[in-house]
């Protein structure tokens, strides 16, 4: 699958940084979500990236090998099995801020939360676990992985904000937060006429959407302002 281009990076993260997870979901139903067993461990939840992917069971040498491929603003995806040990920590979150990731994502155990906790990289992992694994098995960095229950691929767009954690296909990142966007401008509008006294009714086609599903015809609640 072709790479976004730097200047798609751009405006990948220009967008992201202006619509939250929820509107994705909601201008696309087929956007991969990662399971909410995934939390975030460290002191901010949002991120957008490409992902550098890599599996790892019971050892961690893969995960340092992905933070050492990895680039600025990339996003490190761990499929884990979601099995409990832990496959990274502190020193990996140190050298993920030093190199300028974009944030840690481990389907499994991580551990340090003592530092962790206050951490400005997001960091995302199904376990906290003071139990780290082995480094005796080396993975292969990009292929395509399991994490949180949905598929990633090396250079799929990852946005994390407070409300959960998803994956868009590169291909078609843009036009899904071009949209967003434009749902959040209509949502602002919604949130002013609410302010001003108006019912939630008022701003949405409830009464024809209402019925066209008592006729049995397919209907779609839209906003109206």
């Known amino acids: 699958m072709p790479q976004p281009t730097p200047d798609d990076l751009a405006t990948i993260r ?25 939390r975030c461990r460290s002191s901010n939840r949002v991120l957008c990236g490409p992902a550098v992917t890599v599996r790892c069971r019971h050892d961690f040498l893969g995960v340092l090998q992905a ?89 799929d767009i990852v946005v994390a904000d407070h409300d959960g954690i998803v994956v868009l296909d590169p291909a078609t990142a843009i036009g899904s937060l071009t949209a967003a966007v434009e749902l959040m401008a209509t949502e602002a509008r919604v949130a002013d006429r609410l302010a001003q006294g108006a019912a939630l009714s008022d701003c949405v086609d409830l009464a024809a959407h209402t019925e066209r599903l008592a006729r049995g015809e397919p209907s779609t609640l839209r906003f109206t302002v």
């Not at 202006?18 to 509107?23: E, M």
């Not at 603003?73 to 801020?97: H, I, M, N, P």
């Open 67 to 155: 933070i050492e491929h990895a680039g600025p603003g990339d996003v490190v995806v761990v499929d884990g099995g979601g099995l409990e040990t832990a496959l990274a920590g502190e020193l990996f979150a140190r050298a993920a801020l030093a190199k300028g990731l974009a944030g840690i994502i481990v389907d499994g155990g991580y551990r340090d939360l003592r530092f962790v906790a206050s951490c400005d990289l997001p960091v995302y992992s199904r376990h906290v676990t003071p139990m780290a694994g082995s480094t005796t098995r080396l993975a292969t960095v990009g292929e395509t992985v399991s994490c949180g229950g949905v598929r990633v691929g090396a250079g």
């Open 14 to 38: 220009a967008l992201a940084a202006r619509v939250d997870t929820t509107a994705l979901c909601d201008v696309a139903k087929d956007t991969r979500v990662m399971s909410p067993a995934l």
